[in-house]
């Protein structure tokens, strides 16, 4: 599998208080494509990033903890001209953290459709995109295109619309509808669709985009709902989970269903398996948590829906309410 789009250095707060208060902080990656591509090979699925750093110190230490964590990093160009980007966040207090990002002009944002005829797709199955990228640049936007409206091969396309207001503030969002139509797998959150479309009904969404032959349409903490096809849609509620914070849940999410889906693993195994990789990084700050105990994943794949809808996961295991 490969995954396409920007990461930056994320600095994470090291003790409590305001971000301008704060004097200690903890650096590591994040972004939603290698967010993605280490969640899958965490779930043993091959799994290559492709995308542009900075030819700088933060550059190369993404790099390095993204190919330590088994993600092929070999097709990552390093700029020599343009940085690496950084975002920040902060210490929220309703179980969020606000974030604050520095990447206009980054390394990434100089992608471009050149991009394309470079790309090393012998044995790729599957490619996954989000609406991150098309928001950086008009380079990103035509190399996005020009990914979803090339030859397939065989090969699928996933899009995370990954709804990033600040991002499209000076370009047109109508390009998300028009990218997400072109894809086979499309995730979006019933939030961020309201924002986008006006709508964040499940039912409305499938008429909207009834192009891809998978939409799914997560509602947050009460489930997600997949459309395939014809077939009537198929809802599996989220588990309960003791939150840390969300931020990169969507993309843990992302992830476990893609790797079942690889697996052709029926609708409601797809989505619970997406739930339970959620469920590993909303225990934690980090954007890719530790990967739940199998003999934990196992169990609650096995579930009936009663014992699924008793189970809290918690920092220190399962608990049955």
């Not at 939409?215 to 840390?244: D, I, M, N």
Request: aromatic letters at 6%; one cysteine or more; charged letters at 20%.
């Amino acid at each position: 599998m490969l995954c396409l789009g920007e990461s930056m250095a994320l600095f994470v707060p090291a003790e409590p208080g305001p971000a301008g208060e704060v004097r200690v902080w903890q650096r590591t990656a994040g972004g939603a494509e290698s967010n993605v591509a280490c969640h899958l090979v965490s779930l043993g699925v091959r799994a290559a990033w492709v995308s542009a750093l900075g030819q700088d110190p933060f550059g190369y230490a993404l790099l390095g903890e993204i190919e330590a964590a088994g993600v092929d990093v070999t097709q990552v160009r390093m700029d020599p001209d343009r940085p690496t980007g950084v975002y920040f966040k902060e210490t929220g207090t309703d179980g969020g953290s606000p974030v604050r990002y520095y990447r206009r002009g980054s390394a990434a944002s100089g992608m471009g459709p050149d991009l394309l005829h470079r790309l090393e797709l012998d044995g790729v199955r599957l490619i996954h995109l989000s609406g991150i990228t098309p928001a950086l640049s008009a380079g990103c936007e035509q190399l996005v295109r020009a990914l979803l409206t090339s030859p397939r091969a065989g090969r699928r396309i996933s899009f995370d619309v990954n709804w990033r207001p600040a991002l499209w503030q000076d370009r047109d969002p109508a390009v998300l509808s028009e990218l997400a139509a072109l894809a086979d797998i499309v995730f979006v959150g019933d939030d961020e669709a309201a924002e986008i479309w006006g709508t964040g009904d499940a039912m409305a969404l499938r008429a909207l985009l009834p192009q891809p032959s998978t939409l799914v349409v997560k509602h947050g903490e009460r489930g997600a709902t997949v459309f395939e096809g014809g077939r009537a849609p198929v809802f599996a509620p989220a588990l309960q989970v003791e939150v840390v914070e969300a931020v990169g849940a969507g993309d843990a999410f992302a992830a476990g269903f893609l790797a079942a889906a690889l697996r052709q693993e029926p609708p409601e195994t797809r989505l619970r398996c997406g739930h339970l990789q959620a469920a590993s990084t909303l225990l934690t700050h980090n954007d890719v948590g530790e990967p739940l105990p199998p003999g934990v994943v196992a169990e609650l794949l096995a579930a009936d829906d009663r014992a699924w809808a008793a189970a809290r996961l918690t920092g220190t295991g399962v608990v049955r309410v």
